[in-house]
């Protein structure tokens, strides 16, 4: 068992498994994933050891697209003194037709008490306003700074 808290922006929450999801009208989210079982030996595995649980969590949230993968470039940081990698980049998607498309998506992954979580933003608008990455960045940025072990 662990205890984490963490203050979330006020969309619409969903639970979807592993993934937790703070969603805007299907146009944005936030995705916290964690599950029992699942391993990662240094803080940039995570976002491979997650993939799948993210994918099922977040799939039906992505405009009838599918997550096929991340690209995204990251770099270690620390906040409150927790290590966290950050990254930023592009969620890989497309549909049963084969039509592709890429998301824009920022991200924290990290350890509490041994276990491997990750923090997802996504922008799933095919205009991808520059506005709606602004607030996902902002958010998520911010979620990272407030999380605890206690209320």
């Known amino acids: 068992m662990f205890s984490l808290f963490i203050d979330g922006p006020n969309y619409q929450y969903i639970q979807n498994g592993a993934t937790t999801l703070y969603n805007v009208g ?37 405009k009838g697209y599918t997550p096929e993968k991340f690209n995204v470039e990251g770099k270690e940081v620390e906040v409150n003194g927790t290590k966290f990698w950050r990254f930023e980049g592009e969620l890989m998607a497309k549909t049963s037709f084969d039509k592709e498309t890429s998301f824009y998506t920022v991200g924290y992954t990290f350890f509490w008490d041994g276990t491997p979580f990750q923090i997802t933003g996504v922008v799933v608008t095919k ?20 999380i605890r072990d206690k209320r």
Not at 40 to 50: C, G, M, P, Q, T
């Open 26 to 62: 299907g146009h944005r989210f936030i995705a916290l994933t964690s599950a029992k079982n699942v391993s990662a030996e240094s803080l940039s595995e995570i976002i491979d050891a997650y993939f799948k649980d993210f994918r099922t969590g977040v799939g039906p949230n992505c």
């Open 127 to 146: 205009e991808q306003a520059q506005e709606d990455i602004d607030e996902i960045r902002t958010y998520v940025d911010a979620m990272v700074k407030t």
